[in-house]
Each structure stands twice: as structure tokens, then as C-alpha cells.
């Protein structure tokens, strides 16, 4: 790691690069929010869908190289140096010196005052925005999510499965000082949220163990990681129809979610959060009976939906 003004002009050792794409330290053929199900032969890969299906592809080396950078400047709090992302992407630095120079061109990275940390560039701001407005769900359910932040005053989102991640879409702040703290874009482990836990339930425990990173990491105390407690409780929610989750990703916060039927099986559901200090039994029915409500009005307007 470099500090200050110094560059990183150090050799490193040339490490192992992979010809599927996939990232080190990870299992072969997995990428960030795709992982693989396992290896065929070394010039292919498979990879396990939003659906739990397995796909065969020929990954392209210096496509999967542009894209691990842009992850892993993505999945960082702070700017990253060249050194840091080689060693942890296993690019040898002077293809990743190329890849920079190319993105920063592009805007896509952007470099400090020093030239020596890289982040994300306005570029990406611009093409995640053009996601949520050409995507059909976020415009078909802004009203509902309207309309619950309304009536409830609490946090309010709309998820989407991507790979064993959930990923926010879209969000509605709650009016209260205390509240969960989000980002729209963010990425949280399915296992962990309420909103992965039903989209989860949406499939058949094979393909939920296809989907997940196991180990599953706690992200609080609370959060399932034992697969037989996790399977048990997504058979309940199969029954019942949401879920719920006690704290297990952030202390002090209960969540609600229920999946959107626009898929099958569905891809997006939608969340209320409220901190523990202020639900109660009547509270819990009355948000379940008005997420029940909110899907019921995306039933009846699947047919608005481009190809529905």
C-alpha cells in the first residue's frame, strides 16, 4: 500500500490470471454478485443466473479484467491504488496500468491529485442512473413505494436479487430521526436482508444453494448462516408469503418484505423497515396487510410491463 505522493513503481511478481474472468481468492468462474456453480473445461466457464440456472459461456479475459476493476473500485469506501488493486484482482501491473489509463480516458475512473488512487468516474454515476430510468419495475412501482413511505413513515425499498446480493433499486426515507441507514445501489447478502430472503423463497432450495456464497457471513448477531435454520425458514416463508428480518442486518432494525410479481420466478420485492423501538404486534399486521395490499395493485398492473 502507498501513502502520500509516492507512486507505486515497484515490480510486483507477476501472479496466475484466470482465462474465466473470475476473481482471486473466489471460487473459478464467480465474479461479484455471479457466482459460479463450478469449472467445465479451462476454456469455459458456468454460471449460476438469477433464476438458480446453470449456463456455459466463454468469458472474454480482457472484458472480465475492465469489469473486476470497476467492482472492486465500487465495492470500496475509499480510492485504491495500483498496487492494492493488482494484488487483489491478480492483474499484473502493467496490464492493469493500461486498463486505468483506458477508463480514466473514458471517464469511467478517476485518479486523485497524486495520480496514484483510483475511483469510480462520473461515467459510472451516468450509465447507473440510465438503469433505474429505463428500468421498468423502478417507474411501475414508485407509486406503491409513495404510498407506503406515506402511510407509514418509515423506510421503504425496492430490491433486486443479484446473485446470492440483494441490490436497492429504490428507496423512500423514513420522516423519523432514527432510521436505517441505505444507499440506493447498495449490495447486501441475501441471506441477511428480508428482501433476499423472499426473493430467495421464490426458488427451490437447490438453486438457493447454487445462488449462495457458503459460508454465509453474520452481519449481525442475529443473521442466519446455519443452510438447515435458512432453508427452514424460507419453507415458512413459501407459506406464509414474506419475510421477515429480526436484526440480522443491522441492529435495532425489523424489516418486511414481500416479492413482486413481474417475474417468475420474481426478481424484485419490496421492504418496509422500521427500528425495533417502535414496532409492536399491531404494527407487524399492519404492514404485512399493507404490503399484501401493494402487491395485489402490482398484480392487477403486471400487464403494463413490456413484455409481461
Request: proline share 3%; net charge negative; glycine share 8%.
Given at each position: 500500500m502507498t501513502t502520500g505522493t509516492t507512486r507505486d513503481t515497484e515490480p510486483l511478481p507477476d501472479k496466475p490470471t484466470r482465462t474465466d474472468g473470475s476473481r482471486p481468492g473466489g471460487h473459478p468462474g464467480s465474479r461479484a454478485g455471479h457466482p459460479a456453480d463450478g469449472v467445465g473445461p479451462a476454456d469455459a466457464?458456468?454460471?449460476?443466473?438469477?433464476?438458480?440456472?446453470?449456463?456455459?459461456?466463454?468469458?472474454?479475459?480482457?472484458?472480465?479484467?475492465?469489469?473486476?476493476?470497476?467492482?472492486a473500485l465500487a465495492d470500496s469506501p475509499r480510492r485504491r491504488s495500483l498496487v492494492e488493486l493488482a494484488r487483489d484482482l491478480g492483474i499484473p501491473k502493467s496490464s492493469l496500468h493500461g486498463l486505468l489509463r483506458t477508463m480514466i480516458q473514458r471517464g469511467w475512473v478517476e485518479a486523485d491529485v497524486t495520480g496514484t488512487r483510483f475511483g469510480l468516474g462520473v461515467?459510472?454515476?451516468?450509465?447507473?442512473?440510465?438503469?433505474?430510468?429505463?428500468?421498468?419495475?423502478?417507474?411501475?412501482?414508485s407509486a406503491?413505494?409513495?404510498?407506503?413511505?406515506?402511510?407509514?413513515?418509515?423506510?421503504?425499498h425496492l430490491g433486486r436479487l443479484d446473485g446470492p446480493h440483494v441490490v436497492y433499486l429504490a428507496k423512500r426515507e423514513s420522516v423519523h430521526p432514527l432510521r436505517l441507514y441505505s444507499a440506493i445501489g447498495r449490495h447486501l447478502p441475501a441471506h441477511a436482508t428480508a428482501l433476499g430472503k423472499v426473493l430467495l423463497a421464490e426458488r427451490p432450495d437447490e438453486a438457493v444453494d447454487?445462488?449462495?456464497?457458503?459460508?454465509?457471513p453474520p452481519l449481525t448477531r442475529h443473521t442466519i448462516t446455519d443452510p438447515s435454520l435458512l432453508h427452514a425458514q424460507l419453507a415458512t416463508i413459501r407459506t406464509c408469503g414474506y419475510a421477515v428480518d429480526r436484526e440480522e442486518n443491522t441492529e435495532g432494525i425489523v424489516c418486511f418484505a414481500m416479492a413482486v410479481p413481474l417475474h417468475s420466478p420474481a426478481v424484485d420485492a419490496i421492504s418496509l423497515s422500521v427500528p425495533a423501538a417502535r414496532l409492536g404486534t399491531e404494527s407487524e399486521e399492519r404492514i404485512v396487510a399493507a404490503l399484501r395490499g401493494a402487491v395485489g395493485q402490482v398484480r392487477a398492473a403486471r400487464s403494463l410491463l413490456a413484455g409481461a
Open positions: 466457464t458456468r454460471a449460476v443466473d438469477a433464476t438458480g440456472a446453470v449456463e456455459a459461456f466463454q468469458p472474454v479475459k480482457s472484458a472480465g479484467r475492465t469489469l473486476d476493476v470497476l467492482e461515467r459510472a454515476l451516468q450509465v447507473g442512473a440510465a438503469y433505474l430510468e429505463a428500468d421498468d419495475a423502478t417507474g411501475l412501482l406503491v413505494l409513495d404510498e407506503l413511505a406515506s402511510r407509514f413513515g418509515e423506510t421503504v447454487r445462488l449462495l456464497n457458503w459460508p454465509l
